[in-house]
């Protein structure tokens, strides 16, 4: 081996020594553990929300080999976080770093707690972006990808690169097709959110839509290409109780232009529920403008 490739492994091994205390076994679900980093001196712990199946009998595995009772603080299925609280006394919580500097091709390392020991894998960034929203609405504030394998047990796990900086908490629930990473800046909004209110709120209208185009004329009178068609409309959620209707096109809200389902679960954030706003609606041909109340996502 030469001097470089024996370096490079003495320095992955240490970085794994290093971050191993701070990543612990989540055990709340029937097949397989999960794993959860330390979130704060308190005792706090961020992992994935698809990794608790069962909120009554949560139990972290720590370094050491003790075992010790958490319960859930919330969770937010749109962006996969969940926090738990703990017994966690001396152990060093994780502070996320920008992710400042980091390029596509940069090593990393994936670190995971699926049983009683730490677990490692080698990648690279794959894939590096702006904000995003999941399929469930919710907003990650960076797109971060690796190739690192994710073996069963490592969602809610952390990525490291080998400057020793920790980059985010590794999932497999938001893509199919690759392991994905909540950075840092996602994680504190989301817990300091779950800290305060044990959940997060989301707007909705109680409505199941579809992108659709919309004809030149109906597009030249409305000032856009298209819109969203309503398939189906709740019974006495916040659509229905504006009188909008399935087969509705909705082509705006509070004066934005929506193209696609991104787009209005991106418009129904927080600060949103509770409000009033103008829905521009096509039906039958004919434009339409109703005033609805944003409701609050259960």
Request: cysteine-free.
């Amino acid at each position: 081996m030469s001097a470089d490739l024996a370096s490079l492994s003495q320095s992955l091994s240490s970085l794994v020594e290093r971050f191993a205390p701070s990543v612990v076994r989540v055990e709340a679900r029937r097949r397989h553990g999960a794993t959860g980093i330390v979130w704060s001196a308190e005792g706090h712990i961020v992992t994935t929300h698809h990794a608790i199946e069962h909120e009554g009998s949560i139990t972290v595995g720590l370094a050491d080999g003790r075992t010790v009772s958490a319960e859930l603080i919330g969770r937010d299925p749109s962006t996969d976080v969940a926090l738990l609280k703990a017994d966690l006394p001396g152990l060093t919580p994780l502070a996320p770093a920008p992710l400042d500097g980091l390029k596509v091709g940069h090593l990393v390392l994936a670190l995971g707690r699926p049983g009683r020991t730490a677990r490692a894998t080698l990648g690279i960034v794959s894939a590096l972006g702006d904000t995003w929203r999941t399929y469930a609405g919710g907003r990650i504030d960076r797109y971060l990808e690796t190739d690192a394998d994710l073996p069963p047990g490592f969602s809610g796990g952390a990525l490291v690169d080998v400057q020793g900086r920790f980059l985010g908490l590794l999932t497999a629930a938001l893509s199919r097709t690759a392991a994905v990473v909540i950075p840092g800046e996602t994680l504190g909004r989301v817990t300091q959110a779950l800290l305060q209110h044990g959940g997060i709120r989301r707007g909705y209208l109680g409505v199941g839509a579809h992108p659709v185009r919309l004809p030149k004329p109906l597009s030249e009178r409305v000032g856009t290409e298209g819109g969203l068609i309503f398939l189906s409309v709740e019974p006495g959620g916040p659509a229905d109780q504006a009188g909008l209707v399935m087969g509705d096109v909705l082509v705006s809200l509070g004066g934005q232009p929506l193209h696609s389902i991104e787009e209005l679960l991106g418009y129904l954030g927080d600060e949103k529920v509770g409000t009033q706003v103008q829905a521009k609606v096509l039906r039958a041909g004919e434009v339409r403008e109703v005033s609805l109340t944003i409701g609050r996502r259960s």
